[in-house]
């Protein structure tokens, strides 16, 4: 679970200046707090994105606690994920594809391919994702929110995200929703340095605009 730090204001109101239509949302939305960095078990992370992907919050956790009472275990270890039939991994609710996954995230684990927490907090946002994407199911996006959420960076821009995007949007009153090769072209002029602040006011508008489509 993500841990915030206190709000920014600095840093929220030189957002506001850099994109003055991204600025008027963020006025209506008010502060938000940003994501700080927080211990965390790199292979227990993943592995609960793993098995989230494509379910609803109260599946997921389902199937997570399961797994967990199965493992004996609160953090999800390599070992434990090696030792693990596909069958004790389907008894639990887990899929064919997402036992293979896991299964992934611990041969890579063992095999000493992924980095540790001390590695992780000296390596730069691209070769963090270049160092987990190899693993089976984990994708440049979820990683993008391990930064986020998890290391506390501030300099991510999740191009890919739908809910990104549809902020953007809205926010830039666009008739289309931007590629994400117009989003990054978006970020690289008007919100660095602050790229994961503008991307939590993104989700916001999104969400918002659900709630009242005619907003802004």
Not at 95 to 112: F, P, T, Y
Request: include cysteine; charged fraction near 25%; aromatic fraction near 4%.
């Amino acid at each position: 679970m993500a841990k915030f730090n206190e709000v920014d204001l600095a840093a929220i109101a030189e957002l506001a200046l850099l994109d003055k239509r991204l600025g008027r949302w963020m006025l209506k939305i008010g502060p938000l707090k940003l994501p700080k960095r927080q211990k965390f078990g790199l292979v227990d992370a993943l592995a609960r994105s793993i098995l989230s992907q494509q379910l609803n919050g109260k599946a997921a956790a389902t199937i997570t606690e399961r797994l967990q009472n199965l493992a004996s275990e609160a953090e999800f270890s390599a070992g434990t994920l090696s030792r693990l039939s596909d069958a004790e991994l389907r008894g639990v609710g887990v899929s064919g594809n997402k036992a293979k996954a896991l299964k992934s995230l611990a041969e890579h684990a063992l095999g000493g391919l992924l980095p540790d927490a001390r590695a992780l907090g000296k390596m730069q946002n691209e070769d963090i994702i270049d160092a987990i994407t190899p693993v089976r199911g984990i994708g440049r996006w979820t990683v993008e929110m391990l930064l986020i959420f998890r290391l506390g960076r501030h300099d991510v821009l999740p191009v890919d995200d739908f809910g990104v995007r549809r902020g953007a949007q809205i926010a830039h009153a666009l008739e289309a929703m931007p590629s994400p090769k117009e989003l990054s072209v978006i970020g690289l002029k008007k919100w660095q340095p602050h790229l994961s602040l503008a991307a939590l006011y993104c989700w916001q508008i999104a969400d918002l605009s659900k709630l009242a489509p005619e907003a802004g």
